[in-house]
């Protein structure tokens, strides 16, 4: 069954450094999403893309994120200036349509020192 | 701000009888509701879905009930196996999806022998 990727599955990064989160989506979904959650909350959403651009974006999403394609199979996460409050897991999701299910990844824990 | 709410952190079920999990909403817009498993390491693994035009959709052991009046949602599970023991998770979303899911806090469920 074809599945999400995420790399890697542990990234340990010093404050105010940049971290760079990929993921390989379902190969036929066109419709990508990036979520966080940090431990003991709940999985909150922090983007969604489609046709090389944002689509929506959380309140949670400021100047310090962004996503890219780079290519035709990757999709990334990137934190400009990592914050302490950054640590999370992160998960990438990705649809054939908006309201049809996400697939998850396995996730990213995402640990600031 | 809770829009979907699991309010109950945890459940026990022995094994061969009905599980039970709720889910309540409080966002009018929302109009497609997801269930997902979740175990420790892993990602969200989508398990069922109701759009807000049907108030029942089932698949194999899991049946998913939905009462738009009431705004509350729940997901049966029958037989209950040991395999289910995992957390649940209620999502939603609206319109037309770009801005992502709505995620309940999750219940924990427990197939005890």
């Known amino acids: ?113 | 701000d809770q829009q979907v709410k699991q309010n109950s952190p945890s459940l026990s079920v022995q094994e061969g009888r009905i599980s039970i999990l709720n889910c309540d909403y409080t966002n009018s817009m929302f109009d497609y509701f997801l269930w997902y498993k979740k175990y420790p390491a892993e990602g969200p693994t989508f398990l069922i879905s109701i759009s807000s035009i049907k108030d029942k959709n089932e698949d194999g052991r899991f049946t998913v009930f939905l009462n738009k009046s009431a705004k509350h949602l729940s997901l049966h599970i029958v037989p209950s196996q040991p395999g289910d023991s995992a957390v649940y998770f209620c999502a939603a979303i609206s319109g037309g999806g770009a801005d992502g899911l709505t995620f309940g806090k999750g219940t924990h469920l427990i197939i005890q022998p």
Not at chain 1, 30 to 37: A, N, T, V
Not at chain 1, 45 to 61: G, H, P, Q, R, T
Not at chain 1, 81 to 99: G, I, P, Q, R
Request: with cysteine; proline share 4%.
């Open chain 1, 1 to 113: 069954e074809p599945e999400v990727t995420q790399t890697p599955s542990h990234q340990v990064t010093q404050m105010g450094q940049e971290v760079i989160l990929r993921c390989v989506p379902i190969s036929n979904h066109l419709y990508f999403y990036w979520y966080r959650q940090i431990l003991g909350q709940k999985v909150e959403f922090l983007v969604s893309f489609y046709n090389n651009e944002i689509s929506e974006k959380s309140e949670i999403f400021d100047d310090q994120f962004s996503v890219e394609r780079p290519d035709g199979s990757n999709f990334t996460l990137k934190i400009r200036s990592t914050k302490l409050e950054d640590s999370a897991m992160y998960f990438c999701a990705s649809s054939e349509a908006w309201v049809q299910p996400q697939h998850f990844g396995d996730g990213t824990r995402l640990s600031i020192l």
